[in-house]
């Protein structure tokens, strides 16, 4: 038929991304409620913002790396 094949085994690890990428949003705006109810208790409000930050950048390269994963499978 002269299509290339897809990856089944690529497609799920894509699904299983999309997940973590849920989990580390819903970690992050935990961390937001938590420093807008309680600022500086437990953790100072920099550090918690700063950590906030760090999830945002990890979602932002689990999404490219779920775009390269499709890309390649077209």
Request: charged share 25%; proline share 3%.
């Amino acid at each position: 038929m002269n299509e290339p094949i897809r990856s089944v085994v690529d497609l799920q690890a894509v699904a299983e991304l999309a997940k973590l990428n849920g989990d580390l949003g819903r970690v992050a705006g935990l961390l937001k409620l938590w420093l807008a109810e309680k600022p500086g208790f437990g953790a100072s409000a920099a550090k918690v913002e700063a950590m906030m930050i760090e999830f945002r950048e990890l979602q932002a390269g689990v999404r490219i790396k779920m775009g390269m994963i499709v890309k390649a499978n077209r």
